[in-house]
């Protein structure tokens, strides 16, 4: 039986699958079973963060495993406290709890913001406002905060407490504020939701809130951190820092983590016995973490970011079909006129590129250390099938 038919028969039918077994990486190009190359424009939905098997990451990553796999979160390891001390510096936070996903990283983040308030003003205090099209997890609580309707099935019952506000409503925003409310969450740059922006004004006011009221702002940067967008956090393109800060997707180059940081107001909430995870912090994905964290930390790389998104952007925006190129950095998303992104996914895998797509948009998040040559190379096929 081949792979295919093996998943199909043993894996439960959660995912739509393209019809490609991806067999080994190198940088952003990738080979499948039959030794068919594809470019990379996808990163594994922004996880790859330095492409495939990039030799620094790969040989922290191969020298930890070799050394200590693994310690339980009753002992102390250096891979973890170097990559938080990293994170801390770097972000300028003063603590992180680890989990291993981005639903893992919100739901830290939604306990701490219910107990802040609860050790501050008591019970009742605990409501968490989200936006209208987010999207924060596949947990119960982490579905119950994504403001889709669409999720929000077949699971009954859901988590008590979230509120959904449409994004850059300042209106609706202060109608769902009452004393009740604990927290404000939100995507900078909405990914799963079609790669939308929040308005620079609408972030002001949820800060200027957040401040008045003693609210915590907690800011879901699971796809947005970490260079994404041509900055290390997407909150420096808004001026912004939230209270709480969640990462995962890319920090740790293709190794499961999750990071919830909290500012010196609120890092010290969650304390022995209130929350914990077996797996969070593990020495190999802290180390994975930390030679990714050394990358970003190289003086060119946010411009080298910029400066390859720069050159993706100008050419669609040249392209008939292409209505509106929305997002930051290397995090793109793509509106067309008349094709469907289904279809342009489907007909760009056939000529040897991998792309995403965000509800109706076509969605790019190629490696933040893509080539030159790999990004010219995937262009080509890209407008090519747009053009089409
Ligand atoms: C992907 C994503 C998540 C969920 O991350 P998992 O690792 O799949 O649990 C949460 N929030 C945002 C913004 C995401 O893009």
């Given at each position: 039986?081949?792979?295919?038919?093996?998943?199909?028969?043993?894996i439960?039918?959660?995912?739509?699958?393209?019809?490609?077994?991806l067999?080994s990486?190198?940088?952003?190009?990738?080979?499948?079973?039959?030794?068919?190359?594809?470019?990379?424009?996808g990163?594994g939905?922004?996880?790859?963060?330095?492409?495939?098997?990039?030799?620094d990451?790969?040989?922290?990553?191969?020298?930890?495993?070799?050394?200590?796999?693994h310690?339980?979160?009753?002992?102390?390891?250096?891979?973890?406290?170097?990559?938080?001390?990293?994170?801390?510096?770097?972000?300028?936070?003063?603590?992180?709890?680890?989990?291993?996903?981005?639903?893992?990283?919100n739901?830290?983040?939604?306990?701490?913001?219910?107990?802040?308030?609860?050790?501050?003003?008591?019970?009742?205090?605990?409501?968490?406002i989200?936006?209208?099209?987010?999207?924060h997890?596949?947990?119960?609580?982490?579905?119950?905060a994504?403001?889709?309707?669409?999720?929000?099935?077949f699971?009954?019952?859901?988590?008590?407490?979230?509120?959904?506000?449409?994004?850059?409503?300042?209106?609706?925003?202060?109608?769902?504020?009452?004393?009740?409310?604990?927290?404000?969450?939100?995507?900078?740059?909405?990914?799963?939701?079609?790669?939308?922006?929040?308005h620079?004004e609408?972030?002001?006011?949820?800060?200027?809130?957040?401040?008045?009221?003693?609210?915590?702002m907690?800011?879901?940067?699971?796809?947005?951190?970490?260079?994404?967008t041509?900055?290390?956090?997407?909150?420096?393109?808004?001026?912004?820092?939230?209270?709480?800060?969640?990462?995962?997707?890319g920090?740790?180059?293709?190794?499961?983590?999750?990071?919830?940081?909290?500012?010196?107001?609120?890092?010290?909430?969650?304390?022995?016995g209130?929350?914990?995870?077996?797996?969070?912090?593990?020495?190999?994905?802290?180390?994975g973490?930390?030679?990714?964290?050394?990358?970003?930390?190289?003086?060119?790389?946010?411009q080298?970011?910029?400066?390859k998104?720069?050159?993706?952007?100008?050419?669609?925006?040249?392209i008939?079909?292409?209505?509106?190129?929305?997002?930051?950095?290397?995090?793109?998303?793509?509106?067309?006129?008349?094709?469907?992104a289904?279809d342009?996914?489907?007909?760009?895998?056939?000529?040897?590129?991998?792309?995403?797509?965000?509800?109706?948009?076509?969605?790019?998040?190629?490696p933040?250390?893509?080539?030159?040559?790999?990004?010219?190379?995937?262009?080509?096929?890209?407008c090519?099938?747009?053009?089409?």
């Open positions: 039986m081949d792979t295919i038919e093996m998943t199909q028969q043993h439960m039918s959660t995912y739509g699958r393209s019809n490609l077994v067999e990486g190198n940088g952003a190009t990738c080979e499948d079973a039959v030794k068919r190359k594809y470019i990379d424009f990163s939905i922004g996880t790859t963060s330095l492409g495939f098997c990039d030799p990451w790969t040989d922290a990553v191969c020298a930890q495993v070799k050394k200590l796999q310690t339980s979160n009753l002992f102390y390891h250096e891979p973890q406290a170097e990559l938080a001390q990293m994170l801390c510096e770097m972000t300028g936070y003063s603590k992180v709890f680890y989990g291993n996903s981005g639903a893992e990283a739901e830290c983040a939604i306990k701490l913001a219910r107990k802040y308030s609860f050790d501050k003003y008591g019970k009742g205090r605990h409501t968490i989200t936006l209208v099209n987010s999207f997890g596949r947990t119960l609580a982490t579905l119950s994504t403001g889709q309707d669409v999720f929000h099935n699971f009954f019952p859901f988590v008590e407490g979230f509120r959904y506000v449409k994004a850059n409503d300042i209106e609706d925003l202060h109608a769902n504020l009452d004393d009740s409310v604990c927290a404000i969450m939100v995507e900078y740059i909405q990914g799963e939701g079609g790669v939308k922006p929040l620079a609408f972030v002001a006011e949820i800060r200027r809130i957040c401040d008045e009221k003693d609210i915590l907690i800011a879901d940067e699971v796809q947005t951190g970490i260079g994404r041509g900055k290390l956090l997407a909150g420096e393109h808004f001026g912004c820092k939230a209270d709480v800060t969640t990462l995962a997707k920090l740790a180059g293709g190794l499961p983590i999750g990071a919830c940081l909290a500012n010196e107001k609120c890092a010290d909430v969650l304390d022995k209130s929350h914990g995870s077996t797996f969070g912090g593990n020495p190999v994905a802290c180390a973490a930390v030679a990714v964290l050394k990358k970003m930390s190289q003086a060119d790389m946010m080298s970011i910029i400066e998104s720069d050159y993706i952007r100008s050419q669609l925006a040249a008939d079909e292409v209505s509106e190129v929305s997002g930051k950095g290397m995090m793109i998303g793509i509106a067309l006129k008349t094709k469907n289904a342009v996914l489907q007909e760009c895998l056939k000529n040897g590129l991998l792309v995403l797509t965000a509800k109706d948009r076509v969605r790019l998040l190629p933040l250390t893509i080539g030159m040559d790999e990004v010219t190379e995937g262009m080509k096929i890209l090519k099938v747009l053009e089409g």
